[in-house]
């Protein structure tokens, strides 16, 4: 069982900027595929990023080019860097851990509005 635990969320102007942690409790960190995914209200649950265990990386159109996943192996944590953020960005942001079987955390808001 690995437990994901997202930070970083908040209320931000259109144009800004935040950083998303998402902490996982495994010592084989490094061995998962970890992503970003999120929810709008309403609507269905989309990707964001993705970042495999070699530090390959995916983005969704929409985010490309604004946003940067990274992690670092050596805290357990994965990262979703966004800059520019739109209001069409306001979702809650989902971790998730993907080994044999898919780990989610909790989720963290990201509101962006003047």
């Known amino acids: 069982q690995v437990q994901l635990v997202e930070s970083g969320g908040g209320l931000v102007q259109p144009g800004g900027s935040l950083i998303l942690s998402c902490v996982a409790s495994?010592?084989?960190?490094?061995?998962?595929?970890m992503g970003w995914y999120r929810q709008a209200p309403g609507k269905q649950r989309d990707l964001v990023a993705t970042i495999t265990s070699t530090g390959s990386t995916n983005y969704a159109d929409s985010v490309k080019g604004r946003f940067t996943i990274s992690r670092d192996n050596a805290k357990n944590t994965v990262y979703l860097q966004m800059n520019s953020l739109k209001p069409e960005d306001t979702a809650v942001y989902y971790c998730y851990a993907k080994g044999n079987w898919w780990y989610w955390g909790q989720g963290t808001q990201v509101t962006v509005s003047s």
């Open positions: 495994t010592n084989i960190f490094s061995r998962y595929d």
